[in-house]
């Protein structure tokens, strides 16, 4: 009779040992397949770029130009940050949408970069650079999807063609909103070779102002670099991305 007791003492022991190992595996299994399924690619971290494609930008002291030097930098860029969701506006007397942020994730590395090849600087009329207008439709963008999180990286000449309370007001409206803006300066200011409208080539000075980037970024937390050349530029982008990702 004893020997009886035990054995059932000694199954139940089992039993209850088993269902414990059970219960565990099910509680910590979630966290498991939860660290497996979201590594860090999976945080996305939401982005707009605003592409300056004003006439200056056909400026030749980047190679080969200015615009091209940009568009092949904003491609590296996307390819360099999978976990950023990346949203693309272009920006000449006007600003438009080139690819929102909410149909970005169904653009493939290809797709992007085909959107962006297409860019030239007559995308857009006219020949100025709306910069108010850009900043106020990187928050449209930002709104669309409800991020609260907003930087924008503007790569540009830095004229600016609008009346002066446009900017003032989107500034105001960018640090309400707080949107953080990294501006990047392309261009010299040496004498600039480009080629006019017949594609003759033409000598044209004063194509680059850094002034409006410069108040930009310091008014809205951001940052202001200064891009000599191409290899800088990508250099540039690299280190804004890495603070984004932190």
């Given amino acids: ?138 928050i449209k963008e930002y709104d669309a999807i409800g991020a609260t999180n907003e930087n924008l990286i503007l790569l540009s000449d830095g004229g600016d063609n609008e009346e002066p309370d446009i900017l003032t007001n989107a500034v105001r409206l960018a640090r309400q909103k707080e949107l953080k803006v990294f501006c990047v300066g392309i261009g010299t200011n040496q004498t600039v070779q480009m080629l006019d409208a017949n594609n003759n080539e033409i000598s044209v000075e004063n194509t680059y102002q850094d002034k409006f980037l410069i108040k930009i970024s310091e008014l809205t937390g951001g940052s202001f670099f200064q891009a000599n050349s191409t290899e800088e530029l990508n250099q540039i982008l690299v280190q804004i991305g890495e603070s984004i990702k932190k």
Avoid: W
């Fill in 1 to 138: 009779m004893q020997s009886h007791h035990y054995f059932l003492f000694s199954f139940c022991k089992k039993i209850a040992t088993v269902f414990t190992l059970l219960l565990a595996f099910m509680v910590f299994l979630p966290d498991a397949v939860l660290a497996q399924e979201f590594d860090e690619t999976d945080i996305r971290t939401d982005i707009v770029v605003a592409l300056d494609v004003s006439a200056f930008m056909k400026g030749q002291d980047f190679e080969p130009t200015r615009l091209e030097a940009a568009k092949n930098a904003l491609m590296t860029f996307n390819e360099t940050y999978p976990q950023f969701r990346i949203g693309v506006i272009i920006v000449g007397e006007e600003a438009k949408t080139l690819i929102p942020l909410t149909a970005s994730d169904t653009f493939s590395i290809q797709s992007f970069n085909e959107k962006v090849k297409s860019v030239t600087v007559n995308t857009l009329q006219g020949t100025g650079t709306a910069l108010g207008e850009a900043l106020d439709l990187a």
